[in-house]
C-alpha cells in the first residue's frame, strides 16, 4: 500500500522543468551564434542563403518558352552549377536565318509569382561571314545604336562598353586604333585579332592588346571555358547579382559563333544569377556583360528583317557588323 501511494504521488507531482531549461538555452545559443556569424561575415551570406533557401523550396525563379513550345521550368541545378558541360544545354532557341551567317531568335520567360514577362532576343553570328567592328563618333559624342550604325555602314549593332559623362570606360580598339586605355578594375574583354575571325571573350585583367583590331572591355566577366564564375552566385563583388535590370551579353559557343542578347523590356529584365543561368543553358563557352539598364539596344536591318530594341539612353561605342564580301 505504500508503494502504491509512493507512486500515485510521483504521477501527480509537477513536471522537471531542468529540460526545457536545457531546450530554451539551447535556442538562446543558436541565436546568438547567429547574431554573432551576421556580425563577423556580413548581411550578404545571410541573404545569399535564404535565396538559396527560397530556391530549394520554390523549384526555380524562371520559365521559358520559345515562342512555340509551352512553358519549361529553369531547372533549379542550373542555379547552383558552376561548371557547364556540353550536354548542359536546356535552352533551344528557334533561329530564323536573317542573312548569310545570321540567326535570329526570341526567347521568353516568366518569373512567378507575378509573373513578370521578359523577352529575349538572341543573334547568332557566324564570324567568318561579318566584319565585326567597335565604332564610336571621333568625340565619343553619344547617340542611339542605330543612328551610329547607319553611321559606321553597319547591318546590325547592339550597345558596348560602360561609359562616363567624357566617354567609355576601359579600353576601347576601333580598327586597330587604341582610342581608350585598358583599365585595371574590368576583368572582361571582348576581342576582335581580324576581319573574318572568331572573336575572343578574355576574362583577365591584364590580357594583352597587341595586334588587336577591334575591343574593349566590359563588366562583368560571367564565364570561361563554361566554367560560371563563382560571384555570380553569391555575390560580394560590389555588385548586386539578384537586381533584376535590362541586360546586354555576348558569348562564344563550341561551334565558334558569337552569340549576342538584349532584353527586350521596359521595366523588368534579368538579373546577373539569371543572366549566368541562360548563357550556360545556351551553351556558352565564354561569356561577358556589356553596359545594360538605360544602355541596352539592338539595331537589326537586312534585307526582308529588321529589329529594333529602343535604349534609354545615347552611348558613345557600339559593336556591330557589316557582311564580307563573299570571295
Request: proline share 6%; charged share 20%; hydrophobic share 45%.
Amino acid at each position: 500500500m505504500l508503494a502504491g501511494r509512493d507512486t500515485a504521488a510521483m504521477a501527480n507531482s509537477p513536471p522537471n522543468p531542468a529540460p526545457a531549461r536545457r531546450r530554451w538555452a539551447l535556442v538562446a545559443l543558436l541565436v546568438a551564434g547567429v547574431i554573432v556569424a551576421l556580425a563577423l561575415v556580413g548581411e550578404s551570406v545571410v541573404v545569399t542563403a535564404v535565396t538559396m533557401g527560397r530556391r530549394l523550396v520554390t523549384g526555380g525563379t524562371l520559365h521559358w518558352s520559345d515562342g512555340a513550345s509551352a512553358w519549361a521550368e529553369v531547372p533549379l541545378a542550373t542555379e547552383l552549377r558552376r561548371l557547364w558541360g556540353p550536354g548542359d544545354r536546356f535552352l533551344s532557341p528557334r533561329y530564323t536565318t536573317a542573312a548569310d551567317g545570321l540567326g535570329v531568335a526570341e526567347l521568353q520567360f516568366l518569373r512567378p509569382p507575378d509573373p513578370r514577362a521578359v523577352k529575349l532576343v538572341l543573334l547568332d553570328v557566324d564570324p567568318a561571314r561579318w566584319n565585326l567592328r567597335v565604332w564610336g563618333r571621333a568625340d565619343w559624342s553619344r547617340g542611339e545604336v542605330a543612328d551610329l550604325a547607319e553611321e559606321g555602314g553597319m547591318s546590325w549593332a547592339v550597345n558596348g562598353p560602360y561609359f562616363a559623362e567624357d566617354g567609355p570606360l576601359g579600353l576601347v580598339v576601333s580598327d586597330g586604333v587604341v582610342r581608350n586605355r585598358q583599365g585595371s578594375t574590368r576583368a572582361a574583354h571582348f576581342l576582335v585579332d581580324r576581319a573574318g575571325a572568331r572573336p575572343r571573350i578574355v576574362n583577365e585583367r591584364r590580357t594583352s592588346v597587341v595586334g588587336i583590331q577591334q575591343g574593349f572591355q566590359g563588366f562583368p566577366a560571367i564565364m570561361s571555358g563554361r566554367r560560371t564564375f563563382g560571384y555570380l552566385r553569391t555575390g560580394g563583388r560590389g555588385f548586386s547579382i539578384s537586381e533584376v535590370e535590362r541586360r546586354t551579353a555576348a558569348c562564344l559557343d563550341d561551334r565558334g559563333h558569337l552569340l549576342l542578347m538584349a532584353t527586350d523590356t521596359w521595366t523588368s529584365g534579368l538579373s546577373l544569377a539569371e543572366l549566368a543561368t541562360i548563357l550556360g543553358g545556351l551553351g556558352c563557352v565564354d561569356a561577358m556583360a556589356f553596359d545594360g539598364g538605360a544602355s541596352t539596344a539592338l539595331w537589326l536591318d537586312v534585307p526582308g528583317t529588321r529589329r529594333h530594341i529602343d535604349g534609354f539612353d545615347g552611348v558613345p561605342v557600339i559593336l556591330g557588323a557589316s557582311p564580307l564580301a563573299a570571295e
